[in-house]
Nanobody, 116 residues
Framework: QVHLVESGGGVVQPGDSLTLSCVVS????????MGWHREAPGEDRVNVAT????????RYGGSAKGRFTISKVNAKNTAYLQMEDLKPEDTGVYYC?????????WGLGTQVTVSS
């Protein structure tokens, strides 16, 4: 069974940086694409970043471009989302996902709050 555990969220001020981690068990991430999504209060969940199975292709959504970096360390079976110059609109629950046989498996999320 595949499990994802996100961590690294917290309360930060505008302009701060934060790195989220996603530890995966039950599947070897070196063979699978992964992604990060954000769900803001009262809004639909949106894709923030995606990385393909070998890390050669990365895609970022909306305001994440130029500020966020997705990566994965296969030896640790862990994915990361490095976030810089955080803005209040980045606030939300961040979910990690892994593509297993064309089905996205989700973690339970970690809360990020950007507030002055």
């Amino acid at each position: 069974q595949v499990h994802l555990v996100e961590s690294g969220g917290g309360v930060v001020q505008p302009g701060d940086s934060l790195t989220l981690s996603c530890v995966v068990s039950g599947v070897t991430i070196s063979n699978h694409a992964m992604g990060w999504h954000r769900e803001a209060p009262g809004e639909d969940r949106v894709n923030v970043a995606t990385i393909n199975w070998d890390g050669s292709f990365k895609r970022y959504g909306g305001s994440a471009k130029g500020r966020f970096t997705i990566s994965k360390v296969n030896a640790k079976n862990t994915a990361y989302l490095q976030m810089e110059d955080l803005k209040p609109e980045d606030t939300g629950v961040y979910y990690c996902t892994v593509d297993v046989d064309s089905r996205w498996v989700w973690g339970l999320g970690t809360q990020v709050t950007v507030s002055s």
